[in-house]
């Protein structure tokens, strides 16, 4: 499992950065979960995707190893992509439910 990127302030919502330090970790925290999860989602979109189409090429053989590796990097960037786009907003619930649980 790799690491995820420390998280910018300026990208967490205006009433999260005005928060307390320990509501902002907790927000943090959340959107990395929230990150994770995103990417287990479309690595197993891709991972449907490739065995339906048998891991064909668009020429009907096999793919090959350079389009492996973007099939491969897909899933994290995507994830990537969708958090830039303020994610699909677990991390506020999730945040708030840590906080309700003193966490």
């Known amino acids: 499992m790799s690491t995820l ?5 300026s990208v967490l919502p205006a009433d999260v950065r005005q928060a307390p330090q320990a509501d902002q970790q907790r927000y943090k ?3 990395a979960f ?4 995103v990417e287990q989602l479309t690595q197993q979109l891709s991972d449907s995707a490739t065995s339906q189409d048998g891991g064909a090429g668009e020429d009907g053989g096999g793919s ?6 973007y099939q491969q990097m897909m899933p994290g960037i995507l994830a990537d992509s969708v958090m830039q786009s303020g994610g ?5 619930t999730i945040a708030a439910s840590m906080k309700e649980r003193g966490q």
């Open 29 to 31: 925290t959340a959107l």
């Open 34 to 37: 929230e990150r994770q999860l």
């Open 64 to 69: 090959s190893s350079a389009s492996n590796s």
């Open 5 to 9: 990127p420390p998280i910018d302030n």
């Open 88 to 92: 699909l907003g677990l991390a506020r």
